[in-house]
C-alpha cells in the first residue's frame, strides 16, 4: 500500500476511524516527546556517572565530593552530594565514638532522600508511556470492531460478500489496528527500556551515597584517633 491508498481509505472511512486514528495520532506525538526527552536525559546522567567516578577515584574524601558538587552541581550525583553535605554542616563539630553511628544514620537518611526525589524525577513519563502501552491496542480494537460491524452491516444491505462490499470495512478495521501498534510498540519498547536504566540509576546513586557516608565516618575516625593521640602527648 502507498500513501495515496492510504490516505484514500482515511478519507472515505467513517468517524469511528477517524477518531480512532486521530486519538493515536495524538498519543503518538506524546509518546515520541518523553521517548527523546528520555533518551536525551539519560544519556547525560550516563555520561555525569562515568565523570564522577572517574575524577572521585579509590577512596575518596568529602573534600573531593565537595569540589566537584561545586563543578557538576546540575547531575544527579551532584544534587544527592550537596543535600548531605548540608547534612555535615549542620552537625556539631564535636565528635564521640557513641554518636560516630548516629551522625553516619543521619547523613545516609539525607541521602536517601535525595536519592529518593532523583528517582521520582526518572519516573516522570513512565505512566504515561504505560498507559499508551496499555490503552493503544485496545483503542484499536474499537476501531476494528467497528470496521467489522460496518462490514457485516454492507453485507446485509447489499445481500451480497463481494470483495467490493467487504474491503472498505475490513481496510478500517486493519487501520485501526496499525494505528493502536504504531502508539503502543514504541510505547511498551520505551517503557522497558527506560525502567531498567531507572533501576541501574537507583542503584548507582544508593552506591554513590554509601561512598559519601564512608567517607564521612572516616573523617570522624580520624577526628577521633587526632583527639586521642593529642590527648595522649599531652598526658
Not at 164 to 174: F, M, R, W
Request: charged letters at 20%; proline letters at 2%; aromatic letters at 8%.
Amino acid at each position: 500500500m502507498n500513501e495515496s491508498d492510504f490516505l484514500s481509505l482515511l478519507l472515505n472511512s467513517g468517524i469511528a476511524t477517524w477518531v480512532t486514528v486521530g486519538a493515536m495520532f495524538l498519543l503518538s506525538i506524546g509518546v515520541w516527546a518523553i521517548l527523546i526527552r528520555k533518551w536525551a536525559s539519560n544519556r547525560r546522567q550516563l555520561a555525569s556517572f562515568a565523570a564522577w567516578e572517574k575524577d572521585l577515584g579509590v577512596s575518596p574524601s568529602l573534600q573531593n565530593f565537595a569540589k566537584l558538587a561545586k563543578t557538576r552541581g546540575d547531575t544527579p550525583m551532584g544534587r544527592v552530594t550537596r543535600v548531605a553535605l548540608r547534612e555535615i554542616e549542620g552537625m556539631s563539630q564535636f565528635v564521640s565514638y557513641d554518636s560516630l553511628n548516629a551522625r553516619g544514620q543521619l547523613v545516609n537518611e539525607s541521602i536517601e532522600r535525595s536519592v529518593d526525589a532523583e528517582k521520582d524525577a526518572n519516573e516522570r513519563g513512565m505512566t504515561y508511556l504505560a498507559f499508551c502501552t496499555a490503552t493503544g491496542p485496545l483503542i484499536g480494537l474499537f476501531g476494528t470492531v467497528w470496521g467489522i460491524m460496518n462490514t457485516f452491516i454492507a453485507i446485509g444491505h447489499q445481500g451480497s460478500a463481494d470483495i467490493a462490499v467487504v474491503a472498505p470495512g475490513i481496510g478500517e478495521a486493519l487501520m485501526a489496528v496499525l494505528a493502536g501498534l504504531i502508539v503502543a510498540i514504541p510505547a511498551s519498547l520505551g517503557y522497558n527500556a527506560f525502567a531498567g536504566f531507572n533501576r541501574r540509576a537507583e542503584s548507582a546513586l544508593y552506591n554513590f551515597g554509601s561512598e559519601i557516608v564512608s567517607s564521612f565516618k572516616r573523617g570522624d575516625l580520624l577526628a577521633l584517633e587526632r583527639a586521642a593521640r593529642e590527648s595522649g602527648a599531652q598526658g
